[in-house]
């Protein structure tokens, strides 16, 4: 088995999802409060200069070219977009539509369309994934605009084209391990924007120009495999975040056999190795930093992929290395993470379409 496992499993389990009721949170966990909802495969969360946020939703794929793809039996459709939530006034809409989207055939769920949105100013920019060898886009046209960063103009309702990164790992492959990308998380700055490719098991950097260059790979680790045998298991490298001492911390998925308690976060320095930061999670999908210096970790699925259980879980690192749990229920395939003051919002059912929403959660 190879990454992809990871999304055929979550999948397969998407349809578990849907509808489910949200759970009140235990005794003791932060307060939480849903200030968006209806969204199709929620993901990625950013504040813009307006000071809205901002969610990229992976649509729920269309009526088609069908196809087996990477992650089974897909449609393609134009579904996919970014809605902007204010929480001031408790409004949403979408801002952006018609974004390429490939979901579960008949179903919508667990999509692969826009991954990740990212501001630098008035500019705004959204990765598109794909979860394969970017050969596929040749053999299927329609899926020709995937594995992209692009710059997302809301007045007009279109976006640009600035990077193909799916055409790099083809081309350049950094970690060696045969072609597969998809880009994930996102950062943005004046000197271009810096993005965990998933497939590639790589960290990229795209410049002013759309030049790309890798920053570092993540090489694969040797865990147990179905019935102890030694397994190499891909990294699965899903967001990067900037620290505040100004390194990249990168978070990690782990491929298949996605053991508990086996992602790591790394610290990434360009020009050196990624080195472990901290360990002991379980499928980690995005990071963000609080105003103290904490990094907020969140766990798609807490007690692993493989145990079909998409309970997830916010995390917190403090900046004495302690970790502790933010808040489990109602987290459910939770995936995006934005932090504004006291209350860190993620979008939670990230694998869900027409289900997912977003939750506020005081993190003071």
């Known amino acids: 088995m190879t990454r992809r496992t990871a999304f055929?499993?979550?999948?397969?389990?998407?349809?578990?999802?849907?509808?489910?009721?949200?759970?009140?949170?235990?005794?003791?966990?932060a307060a939480v409060e849903t200030v968006a909802t209806g969204l199709d495969n929620p993901r990625g969360l950013a504040f813009g200069p307006d000071g809205h946020l901002y969610v990229a939703?992976?649509?729920r794929g269309g009526d088609g070219p069908c196809f087996v793809g990477p992650e089974g039996p897909s449609c393609f459709g134009?579904?996919?977009?970014?809605?902007?939530i204010k929480l001031d006034r408790g409004e949403q809409a979408r801002v952006l539509t018609g974004l390429p989207s490939f979901a579960v055939e008949g179903e919508g769920s667990a999509a692969i369309g826009p991954m990740d949105i990212a501001f630098f100013g008035s500019s705004r920019f959204v990765t598109f994934g794909l979860g394969a060898d970017p050969a596929l886009r040749d053999q299927l046209p329609a899926l020709a605009d995937?594995?992209?960063?692009?710059?997302?103009q809301f007045m007009q309702n279109a976006w640009q084209?600035?990077?193909?990164?799916?055409?790099?790992?083809?081309?350049?492959?950094?970690?060696?391990?045969?072609p597969d990308s998809n880009p994930n998380g996102l950062i943005a700055s004046g000197a271009g924007q810096v993005l965990a490719d998933s497939g590639g098991n790589s960290l990229l950097a795209v410049d002013r120009r759309g030049r790309i260059s890798t920053i570092a790979t993540f090489p694969n680790r040797i865990v147990p495999g179905p019935g102890g045998a030694p397994f190499s298991m891909d990294a699965v490298p899903t967001s990067v975040v900037v620290g505040p001492d100004g390194a990249y911390y990168v978070s990690q998925l782990t491929g298949f056999p996605?053991?508990?308690?086996?992602?790591?976060?790394?610290?990434?320095?360009?020009?050196?190795?990624?080195?472990v930061w901290a360990s002991g999670f379980t499928n980690?999908?995005?990071?963000?930093?609080?105003?103290?210096?904490?990094?907020?970790?969140?766990?798609?699925?807490?007690?692993?992929?493989?145990?079909?259980?998409?309970?997830?879980?916010?995390?917190?690192v403090a900046t004495d290395g302690t970790?502790?749990?933010?808040?489990?229920?109602?987290?459910?395939a939770p995936y995006g993470i934005a932090v504004q003051g006291e209350h860190a919002y993620v979008s939670n059912c990230g694998v869900c379409a027409g289900g997912g929403e977003v939750l506020r959660i005081g993190i003071g």
């Open 8 to 29: 055929r499993l979550l999948m397969a389990a998407s349809a578990l999802l849907v509808g489910v009721a949200v759970a009140t949170p235990a005794g003791g966990q």
């Open 78 to 84: 134009l579904s996919g977009a970014v809605t902007r």
């Open 323 to 332: 970790v502790s749990t933010v808040m489990g229920a109602p987290l459910f």
């Open 258 to 275: 996605f053991p508990v308690g086996g992602a790591n976060i790394y610290r990434v320095v360009p020009g050196q190795a990624p080195q």
């Open 57 to 59: 939703e992976a649509g």
């Open 161 to 178: 084209d600035i990077a193909d990164i799916g055409d790099y790992e083809a081309t350049v492959d950094p970690n060696a391990d045969g």
């Open 146 to 152: 995937m594995a992209r960063v692009v710059r997302a």
């Open 284 to 316: 980690v999908v995005d990071l963000a930093f609080a105003g103290n210096g904490d990094l907020l970790v969140v766990e798609i699925a807490t007690n692993g992929i493989l145990s079909g259980d998409f309970a997830g879980a916010l995390k917190r």
